[in-house]
Structures are given as C-alpha cells and as structure tokens.
C-alpha cells in the first residue's frame, strides 16, 4: 500500500494545477436573433448618419432578386425606422458597403475596368459620396491589378488613415487585402504581407472596424466548416499581417428555428413560403453598427448557392464592448 506524505496530503486540486483553477473562461457575447426581414439581399451594411438608423443594400439583377423587376443591379439607403428607400445609384455595380466619416456618407461599388458588364470580381474599387443621400459623387477609386478580383469591401478609420479592407479571388482565392489613404480621395494599395488570411483556406464575407482608444482592426468573416456549413468568426490585428482568432469562434452559427422567425410583416405568403423551405448551413456577410447604446447587427444566411436571406440581430450593449468582448482583455 502506498501512503502519501504530509506534503502531498495537503495539496489541493486547485493548488496543483493553479492556472487552471484561476483562470476566468470569456462570456460570449450573446447575439439576440430578431429574424429575416428580406429575401435575396445579402451584402447589407446598418449605418447611422446624421442621428437615423438606415440599412444600406446591395439590390442585385432581377435573376438574382425576384423583387428587382430590372436586368440592372443598384445600391440604395433604407430608413429602418419608417422603410423609406432613398433613390437608387450605381446602376450595375456590385457588391457595396458604406461608410459615414464627418456627417458624409461614402459607398464602395466593385465594377470591371475591362468589361463594366461583368462587374462581379471586377478590378476597380469605386468610391462614391453624398451629403444628403440623394445626389452622389463619383469620388475616387482604386483600379487593382487585373489578375485580382474584387468583392466586398469594407472601411474603417484609425486615428486620421482611413483602411479599405478588399476581398480578391486572385491570385490566392479567398484572402483580404488592404489598401489605406489620408484624405479617402488617394489610394495605395499596400504590400502583400499586409494581409488576411496566411493560411490558404475559405474566408469570405468580409467587414472591418476600429474602435477609439483601441490599437486593433477587428474583421468578421465567413469560415467554411465540414458538411459544407458556413460560419461567422471573428479576429483582430495591430498591424494588419499578425491576426489573432477568436478562442468563441464561430461567433454565429446557422440555427435554422431563429434564422426563419419572420421579423418583417411585410413579407408576402409567397416569401414566407420561399424561407419556410429554404436550406439553412449558412451565416454570413455580418455587419454592425451601434445606435442608441445597442449594437445592431444584419446578416446573411441560406445555403451559399445563390438562394439568400438577409436577417437581423442585436446585442444589448456597446459595439465596444460587443467586439473587444471576443478576446482575452490585455493587461493595463
């Protein structure tokens, strides 16, 4: 028989592996699905200009949207609080994002410099402006290289540089780059380290936000899991070439019963019809803002085969405390 001294007598679990025992686990952020509000709208950004909530869409052609009795893709602003849509704009361009700097609002288009009408991973970056969302400017743009195919985009500002975040497919599929500018007006693309992801796997459905008195970029994107199935993660950078993943990755998961609550009561029988059958393995395209001292969140899910449904959400707090609530807090 074996007997155990005084000294490990006394020892404790929690004294032998202390680590452990004191370590605090991260309290997720808890996302509160409201449900689907559109179909066939994906690229979505919630945006605050001027004190109004507006959800800025991405209206894609007729084949793409049953709603769009046009052959012609456009962007448009949507009041959320009395659903008022705005006159459209950029007639033809492709997967838009916005962004408000100084009470002007600015919106990205991706267009082909060789053949407007294929515009889908087109090369151009198309910024345009608008004091009033009415009248807009084509401002600037940044042509990339034809051999790199463009699709979202996202902006987000760092003390006075603004970054652009860009999606290609080529060379390397599925990586992010960036491009950054003082004025929003010239663009540089930077060097190819400065990027997202190392690893060559799926990331897609970008969107990128700063936050004052915080180093970091912070980037939502779209992960590929086995099934398929597609999932929203999270990660962050001070440099934009060293990411670090999210320990509550995925942060949002497809659930079918809380994606297809119908949220919209404008939604015809036929469209609820169209959601009730719908496949669901896919969140994606999330973005967020925050308004009134909640953080408001719309996103994509459906089956990542062109049959989408955009979606809406909300944590109960600061985008602040939203974003930086995924990772393990720094000491100070």
């Known amino acids: 028989m074996t007997t155990m001294s005084n000294n490990e007598q006394r020892l404790t679990p929690e004294s032998r592996n202390p680590t452990l025992y004191h370590y605090r686990a991260l309290k997720r952020p808890e996302i509160?699905?409201?449900?689907?509000?559109a179909c066939d709208?994906?690229?979505?950004?919630p945006v605050v200009f001027r004190g109004t909530l507006y959800r800025f869409e991405y209206i894609r052609a007729g084949h793409q949207n049953e709603a769009n009795p046009s052959s012609d893709s456009y962007f448009h602003f949507v009041n959320v609080r009395t659903n008022e849509c705005t006159p459209p704009f950029a007639t033809n361009y492709h997967f838009g994002a916005a962004y408000v700097d100084d009470e002007v609002m600015y919106v990205t288009g991706i267009i082909s410099g060789k053949d407007p009408g294929e515009a889908w991973g087109g090369n151009v970056v198309q910024v345009f402006r608008s004091s009033d969302l009415m009248e807009w400017e084509t401002y600037s743009c940044?042509?990339?290289?034809?051999?790199m195919g463009a699709y979202n985009t996202?902006?987000?500002k760092n003390n006075s540089v603004y970054?652009?975040?860009i999606e290609v497919n080529r060379p390397i599929k599925f990586r992010f780059r960036f491009a950054q500018s003082t004025d929003?007006?010239?663009?540089e693309l930077l060097p190819e380290a400065y990027r997202f992801?190392?690893?060559?796997?799926?990331?897609?459905g970008p969107a990128i936000y700063t936050l004052p008195d915080d180093p970091y970029y912070y980037v939502t994107y779209l992960e590929a899991y086995p099934g398929p199935a597609y999932a929203t993660c999270i990660a962050r950078s001070k440099d934009l070439k060293n990411?670090?993943?999210s320990p509550l990755n995925p942060i949002l998961m497809f659930d079918e019963k809380e994606d297809k609550k119908i949220a919209n009561p404008f939604l015809t029988e036929h469209e609820q019809s169209r959601i009730e059958r719908a496949m669901d393995y896919n969140n994606s395209d999330l973005e967020l803002c925050e308004f009134n001292g909640r953080t408001i969140l719309y996103y994509s899910w459906g089956c990542q085969m062109g049959i989408e449904f955009l979606a809406e959400a909300a944590y109960e707090g600061s985008m602040k405390d939203f974003l930086q609530g995924f990772f393990e807090q720094e000491a100070q």
Not at 41 to 45: A, D, F, G, M, Y
Not at 142 to 147: A, G, N, V
Not at 184 to 187: F, L, T, V
């Open 41 to 45: 709208i994906v690229e979505t950004t």
């Open 142 to 147: 940044i042509e990339l290289p034809e051999d």
């Open 197 to 204: 992801h190392e690893e060559p796997r799926y990331a897609g």
């Open 243 to 245: 990411w670090t993943y």
């Open 184 to 187: 929003m007006k010239h663009w």
């Open 32 to 37: 509160r699905r409201i449900g689907t509000i």
């Open 163 to 165: 970054t652009m975040l």
């Open 154 to 156: 996202g902006i987000c």
